[in-house]
Nanobody
Framework: QVTLVESGGGLVQAGGSLRLACTAS????????MGWFRQAPGKEREFVAG????????RYEDSVKGRFTVSRDNAKSTLYLQMNSLKPDDTAVYYCAAARSAVAAASSSGYNYWGQGTQVTVSS
């Protein structure tokens, strides 16, 4: 069993930056790609970014490419999401998740552990 805890959310003005972190309670294995998802009010949860076990492969949702960067520190069992040039449309609850495989999928069905979420609010 893996428990994931997100941190770093908050309120920021448009154009600002935030760095989210997600710490796992147990050391993740080589089977665990990791991902970030978000869910805005009234909308479905959507994929934001993912990273493979060794960090060699990353993928991003089109609207965040060039603005968000996903990274991980396996020694600390921690996943990060650096968010720059934030827009009001980025406002959502952000969730981290551990994948069922070494490569992070874009579908939520590819993940079996989820954090509780952290709120990100971007004001205009």
């Amino acid at each position: 069993q893996v428990t994931l805890v997100e941190s770093g959310g908050g309120l920021v003005q448009a154009g600002g930056s935030l760095r989210l972190a997600c710490t796992a309670s147990a050391r993740l294995t080589s089977n665990n790609g990791m991902g970030w998802f978000r869910q805005a009010p009234g909308k479905e949860r959507e994929f934001v970014a993912g990273i493979s076990w060794n960090g060699a492969i990353t993928r991003y949702e089109d609207s965040v490419k060039g603005r968000f960067t996903v990274s991980r520190d396996n020694a600390k069992s921690t996943l990060y999401l650096q968010m720059n040039s934030l827009k009001p449309d980025d406002t959502a609850v952000y969730y981290c998740a551990a994948a069922r495989s070494a490569v992070a999928a874009a579908s939520s069905s590819g993940y079996n552990y989820w954090g509780q979420g952290t709120q990100v609010t971007v004001s205009s």
